[in-house]
């Protein structure tokens, strides 16, 4: 196990040699320095018993979680996805930057129609100069909750990981289950104008662990030998919760976040949100015996009804006495919200990077909830949100409305009435961002509903402040940009004050989901390099499906390598 990217080429060599054989059509794209890695994906329904109930719920191959794919950097992943199930499907491959293949992204509505009951459709993408834990999930409804799995990128054959090689490597997927089917469960939260209901129970890799009914046996292991080092990738695929993660007695040193090397820091837990990936070296240097490995609720929004019961996996050693107690892991209270700060003030890109000292296009976004006007009919069953209101979540206080054919494509093609080009880069109104609000109706926030895109010149480095707002609660919100990375070069809590903020413009973290702090902001800067629309939202689903999300559209640029290719052949169609 010592040269694990090595060992790992002969390993998909073969499977190359051996594996697919597909007819693949030709466009324009980035070049590709590495292989090619051919995978097949059904779409298929699979009956799973746990938590002493039984239902059908949507896979990918049977398998929950679904399949891993594996790839070294620049090797270029082609990925056939057929559909198998009366559900429409898209798949995402979360933090790939999808340079030159913006068609490929996967979020529905936003890039691509869904693949329909009995389509298909073939991914295509590079991973261009990014190596690291990755993950790819399904983006349309709330299929998510069951339909993802891991993306693992090594290092090119003879590049050695920037610390010792762990003895061996373990994926862990952090996820949450409910006993209802989850596309009722959209549909019922939509029409309640309500919150959803609560998981039934957190998942480490597909299992809820002892603390649940039914699942004494229903839990993950990792067999260690003592004294050996082990590289954990930290997965979060949850639905609509961030959490905690700890292992008992042990403690974590993070070398990697959102698949980009980080100065190695040590911790006794870490909190993940929707969409987060993280990677840490443990050492099994404790007495023989079974240790838990804890996945705990993270909850900083006030008033918000959620599971408390940790999911356990085990992390036992050779030797340990069978069927003994497992030490319990220690997990922060549930609104820890220093433990949170604590690690993010932790994470540093590994070395001094090039971060943009100029700016072109300084942004100002307000993020958070929203409560509409109820005008329904039947309030007691269309109205259960805040004083009888109907839930909403908006950026700058527009909540965005997912339209009925590709984005990308009517950009592409230039239909009209899909979209505007007006989203505004700073609020409509500045106030009190965290104790006030934009008005004084309470039970009527007046956001405005709409399909608005945020246009970008290429090559412009762009600033964009994220600012919670406390107008129904303030909360940690994990915000994911597709189609980039981007440095977060600072946060801190209240209002932000450009007077009184702190940069860090030597090493910050390269991510691709941040946590904007619970009545706080966040600072990152890119640059629009990447022509194509691109999705940028809250990775709570229910806030998604809310409306707290926009698109960025980044112009062609000039080169051969800086304008959309054009769209694949298979694209499929609303």
């Avoid at 993408?125 to 990014?130: I, L, N, S």
């Amino acid at each position: 196990m010592a040269n694990l990217p090595t060992s790992f080429t002969i390993v998909l060599s073969f499977l190359f040699i051996y594996g697919y054989n597909y007819n693949v059509h030709v466009m324009a794209q980035w070049p590709s320095g590495g292989s090619t890695r051919f995978y097949d994906f059904k779409v298929q329904t699979k009956r799973v018993t746990k938590l002493c109930s039984t239902k059908d719920m949507v896979t990918i191959n049977g398998k929950f979680p679904g399949p891993s794919v594996y790839a070294q950097e620049d090797d270029r992943i082609i990925v056939n996805v057929t559909n198998e199930t009366p559900f429409n499907i898209t798949i995402h491959w979360h933090g790939v930057r999808q340079k030159l293949s913006c068609w490929f992204d996967g979020p529905s509505y936003i890039t691509q129609c869904p693949i329909q009951a009995g389509q298909s459709f073939t991914y295509e993408f590079t991973m261009v100069k990014q190596k690291g834990t990755f993950f790819w999930h399904a983006h349309v409804s709330w299929l998510r909750a069951t339909v993802y799995g891991a993306l693992i990128v090594y290092p090119k054959a003879g590049v050695p990981y920037p610390f010792k090689a762990p003895y061996e490597e373990h994926t862990l997927i952090l996820g949450e289950y409910w006993l209802q089917d989850v596309v009722q469960l959209e549909r019922a939260t939509a029409a309640s104008g309500g919150p959803p209901t609560p998981t039934n129970a957190y998942t480490i890799n597909g299992h809820p662990g002892p603390n649940y009914n039914c699942s004494n046996n229903d839990v993950y292991q990792i067999d260690v030998v003592s004294g050996k080092t082990y590289l954990l990738r930290l997965i979060h695929a949850g639905l609509n919760m961030e959490n905690f993660f700890a292992i008992a007695n042990h403690r974590l040193t993070i070398v990697e976040a959102d698949a980009e090397y980080t100065k190695p820091f040590t911790t006794d837990r870490v909190m993940l949100g929707p969409g987060q990936t993280m990677s840490v070296l443990v050492t099994a240097e404790q007495s023989p015996g079974k240790y838990s490995m804890a996945m705990g609720p993270y909850m900083s929004a006030k008033g918000v009804k959620f599971q408390n019961i940790s999911s356990i996996a085990y992390f036992q050693y050779s030797g340990a006495v069978p069927n003994s107690l497992s030490l319990p892991a220690k997990l922060p209270c549930f609104n820890d919200n220093l433990a949170v700060k604590t690690v993010m003030d932790g994470l540093r890109s590994l070395n001094p990077v090039n971060v943009s000292r100029q700016i072109d296009t300084d942004l100002f976004v307000t993020i958070g909830l929203n409560v509409q006007k109820c005008h329904s009919k039947t309030p007691k069953q269309n109205c259960q949100g805040l004083n009888n209101g109907v839930m909403a979540a908006s950026m700058n206080n527009i909540s965005f409305v997912k339209p009925k054919i590709s984005l990308l494509e009517a950009y592409y093609k230039k239909i009209n009435g899909s979209f505007t080009e007006d989203f505004p880069g700073v609020p409509l109104k500045f106030y009190d961002f965290v104790n006030g609000a934009p008005n004084n109706v309470p039970n009527n926030t007046q956001a405005l509903n709409g399909t608005k895109a945020l246009v970008l010149e290429y090559g412009a480095r762009v600033q964009l402040i994220m600012q919670d707002t406390g107008t129904v609660t303030t909360e940690n919100h994990p915000i994911h940009l597709h189609g980039y990375s981007f440095y977060v070069v600072g946060y801190g809590t209240g209002n932000y004050n450009p007077k009184t903020a702190n940069f860090n413009l030597v090493d910050p973290p390269y991510m691709n989901t941040i946590g904007v702090p619970v009545g706080g902001w966040a600072a990152i800067r890119f640059v629009a390099d990447n022509p194509g629309v691109w999705f940028m939202h809250c990775h709570l689903d229910v806030h998604q499906s809310w409306g707290l999300g926009t698109v960025l559209v980044v112009k062609n640029g000039k080169g051969d390598l800086e304008i959309l290719p054009h769209p694949p052949a298979d694209l499929p169609q609303c």
